[in-house]
C-alpha cells in the first residue's frame, strides 16, 4: 500500500495538533516497512528517516493561498501519478474539490483517513477569532463528509462529531493518543538545575503548559491562585509556558489586573526538549481548559509524576481517570479550593504522582500506531 501523509503542521515550535502529526509519523514508521509513505512537509525534521519513506517538501508554501492550491490541484495530481492508496490528514483538513485529474484519467480515487481532534469551534466559537471560527466549521464539515474513515482521540470527541455532523457512527474510530518516552521522572539534579537557570525558575510552582488563548481557561486558573490564602500560596508562583495564541493581550491585561506581580510568571514557549525537566520541577500541574479533543499536558505532566488538577470536561475523564483531581472550569471557587488542598498535602501529591505514572503507560505510541495502521488497512480493502 502507497501511503501519504500531510506533515504540514509538523513545523518548529509545534504544539498539539503539530505533536501528534510528528509522533503518529514516528510511530507508524517505527512499526511499519510493508507499505511506502509519502510525506509532505513544509520545513525539514529532524531525523526523520526510514527506507520506506519519501519525504517531500512543498515549494513556496508561504505565499498567500498556497494552502488551498497546494490542497486542491497540486496534491491530487501528485497522488493520482504516484498511484497512491490512501491519504492521511492528521490535522483536519481534506481537499475541498474533487479529484478532476484522477477523473479525468481514469484512476483510482485514494482513500482518506482524517484526525478531526476537538470541534471547540462550534462548541465554543467566544474562545475562536472569526477567522479561525469559519476555517473549522468548513473544513472540519468538508472532511466529516469526505472521509473514508475519521480518527477522533476520545470519546468525547466522536459524541460532539456524530452530533454536529450527523456522521454515521461505523465511520469514526477512537485512538487515543500517546506521549513521548522522555516524560519521566528526573532524578538528575545537573539536569534540572540548568533548566531551573534557563527558565529562572523558583523553588515552588504551579505549573501550566499550553498555548495562551481563552479557551484554556488561564484567566480563571489565575484567579483561583489569586482567591488562595496567603498560608496557602506561601511562596509559590505560578507560571505560564506557551507561545501567544489569540486574545493574548487581553488574557495579559486581566491577569495584571489580580496585582500579583511575580507571583504570576509568563515564560513563553519552552523548547520541547526542556518539557520533562520543567514539569519535574513543578510541585502541582493545573490545566482548567473549557475544552480539550485529548489534552497533551496533564498526561505528560502525570508521566513525570506530578500531580494534575484539570477540568472535568470533554475528554478529561477518560484520559486522567482517578488519577488527577478534575474540577468545574467555570466554579472558580472550587477550583481555588482543589488546588489549595493539593499544595498544602503532601501525601495527596504523592498518591497521585503514583497514579499518574501508571495511568500514562496505557498511552503508548507503539498501541496508537497499530491501531492507526489497522484503521490504513481496515480502508485500503473495502
Same mark, same amino acid.
Given at each position: 500500500?502507497?501511503?501519504?501523509?500531510?506533515?504540514?503542521?509538523?513545523?518548529?515550535?509545534?504544539?498539539?495538533?503539530?505533536?501528534?502529526?510528528?509522533?503518529?509519523?514516528?510511530?507508524?514508521?517505527?512499526?511499519?516497512?510493508?507499505?511506502?509513505?509519502?510525506?509532505?512537509?513544509?520545513?525539514?525534521?529532524?531525523?526523520?528517516?526510514?527506507?520506506?519513506?519519501?519525504?517531500?517538501?512543498?515549494?513556496?508554501?508561504?505565499?498567500?493561498?498556497?494552502?488551498?492550491?497546494?490542497?486542491?490541484?497540486?496534491?491530487?495530481?501528485?497522488?493520482?501519478?504516484?498511484?497512491?492508496?490512501?491519504?492521511?490528514?492528521?490535522?483536519?483538513?481534506?481537499?475541498?474539490?474533487?479529484?478532476?485529474?484522477?477523473?479525468?484519467?481514469?484512476?483510482?480515487?485514494?482513500?482518506? #483517513?482524517?484526525? =478531526? +481532534?476537538?470541534? &471547540? *469551534?462550534? $462548541?465554543?466559537?467566544?474562545?475562536?477569532? /472569526?477567522?479561525?471560527?469559519?476555517?473549522?466549521?468548513?473544513?472540519?464539515?468538508?472532511?466529516?463528509?469526505?472521509?473514508?474513515?475519521?480518527?477522533?482521540?476520545?470519546?468525547?470527541?466522536?459524541?460532539?462529531?456524530?452530533?454536529?455532523?450527523?456522521?454515521?457512527?461505523?465511520?469514526?474510530?477512537?485512538?487515543?493518543?500517546?506521549?513521548?518516552?522522555?516524560?519521566?521522572?528526573?532524578?538528575?539534579?545537573?539536569?534540572?538545575?540548568?533548566?531551573?537557570?534557563?527558565?529562572?525558575?523558583?523553588?515552588?510552582?504551579?505549573?501550566?503548559?499550553?498555548?495562551?488563548?481563552?479557551?484554556?481557561?488561564?484567566?480563571?486558573?489565575?484567579?483561583?491562585?489569586?482567591?488562595?490564602?496567603?498560608?496557602?500560596?506561601?511562596?509559590?508562583?505560578?507560571?505560564?509556558?506557551?507561545?501567544?495564541?489569540?486574545? #493574548?493581550?487581553? =488574557? +495579559?491585561?486581566? &491577569? *495584571?489586573? $489580580?496585582?500579583?506581580?511575580?507571583?504570576? /510568571?509568563?515564560?513563553?514557549?519552552?523548547?520541547?526538549?526542556?518539557?520533562?525537566?520543567?514539569?519535574?520541577?513543578?510541585?502541582?500541574?493545573?490545566?482548567?481548559?473549557?475544552?480539550?479533543?485529548?489534552?497533551?499536558?496533564?498526561?505528560?505532566?502525570?508521566?513525570?509524576?506530578?500531580?494534575?488538577?484539570?477540568?472535568?470536561?470533554?475528554?478529561?475523564?477518560?484520559?486522567?481517570?482517578?488519577?488527577?483531581?478534575?474540577?468545574?472550569?467555570?466554579?472558580?471557587?472550587?477550583?481555588?479550593?482543589?488546588?489549595?488542598?493539593?499544595?498544602?498535602?503532601?501525601?495527596?501529591?504523592?498518591?497521585?504522582?503514583?497514579?499518574?505514572?501508571?495511568?500514562?503507560?496505557?498511552?503508548?505510541?507503539?498501541?496508537?500506531?497499530?491501531?492507526?495502521?489497522?484503521?490504513?488497512?481496515?480502508?485500503?480493502?473495502?
Amino acid at each position: 500500500m502507497r501511503i501519504a501523509i500531510d506533515g504540514r503542521t509538523i513545523v518548529s515550535g509545534r504544539t498539539g495538533v503539530g505533536v501528534y502529526a510528528e509522533r503518529i509519523v514516528r510511530s507508524l514508521l517505527g512499526i511499519d516497512r510493508a507499505n511506502e509513505y509519502f510525506l509532505f512537509l513544509v520545513e525539514p525534521v529532524k531525523d526523520l528517516h526510514a527506507p520506506n519513506l519519501n519525504t517531500i517538501f512543498i515549494e513556496g508554501y508561504d505565499r498567500i493561498g498556497r494552502n488551498r492550491f497546494w490542497e486542491n490541484f497540486l496534491l491530487p495530481r501528485f497522488m493520482a501519478s504516484h498511484s497512491v492508496d490512501l491519504f492521511f490528514a492528521p490535522a483536519y483538513a481534506l481537499p475541498v474539490l474533487p479529484f478532476v485529474y484522477a477523473k479525468r484519467n481514469r484512476l483510482k480515487r485514494p482513500r482518506f #483517513v482524517v484526525t =478531526i +481532534h476537538d470541534l &471547540i *469551534g462550534l $462548541l465554543h466559537p467566544e474562545t475562536f477569532t /472569526r477567522k479561525m471560527y469559519f476555517w473549522q466549521k468548513i473544513f472540519v464539515a468538508n472532511a466529516a463528509r469526505r472521509a473514508d474513515k475519521i480518527i477522533t482521540a476520545s470519546e468525547a470527541t466522536k459524541t460532539d462529531l456524530l452530533e454536529l455532523h450527523a456522521v454515521n457512527e461505523e465511520r469514526v474510530t477512537v485512538i487515543y493518543h500517546s506521549i513521548d518516552e522522555d516524560f519521566v521522572p528526573i532524578n538528575d539534579r545537573r539536569r534540572l538545575s540548568t533548566t531551573q537557570a534557563k527558565y529562572g525558575l523558583p523553588e515552588k510552582a504551579v505549573l501550566y503548559v499550553g498555548t495562551i488563548e481563552p479557551r484554556k481557561n488561564i484567566v480563571g486558573l489565575a484567579k483561583a491562585f489569586a482567591m488562595l490564602t496567603a498560608e496557602e500560596r506561601s511562596d509559590f508562583t505560578l507560571i505560564i509556558a506557551g507561545r501567544p495564541g489569540w486574545y #493574548v493581550e487581553s =488574557i +495579559h491585561e486581566e &491577569i *495584571g489586573r $489580580l496585582q500579583l506581580g511575580r507571583r504570576i /510568571r509568563f515564560l513563553g514557549y519552552v523548547d520541547r526538549q526542556d518539557l520533562p525537566a520543567l514539569y519535574n520541577l513543578s510541585t502541582v500541574f493545573a490545566y482548567p481548559s473549557l475544552y480539550e479533543g485529548f489534552g497533551f499536558p496533564p498526561l505528560e505532566a502525570m508521566s513525570c509524576g506530578i500531580p494534575v488538577l484539570c477540568s472535568n470536561t470533554s475528554s478529561f475523564p477518560e484520559v486522567v481517570g482517578d488519577a488527577a483531581i478534575m474540577v468545574d472550569p467555570h466554579d472558580l471557587g472550587g477550583m481555588s479550593k482543589q488546588l489549595g488542598r493539593l499544595l498544602s498535602d503532601a501525601s495527596l501529591r504523592n498518591e497521585l504522582g503514583r497514579k499518574g505514572i501508571a495511568r500514562s503507560r496505557q498511552f503508548s505510541a507503539q498501541k496508537t500506531a497499530q491501531a492507526t495502521l489497522r484503521v490504513f488497512q481496515e480502508v485500503a480493502d473495502r
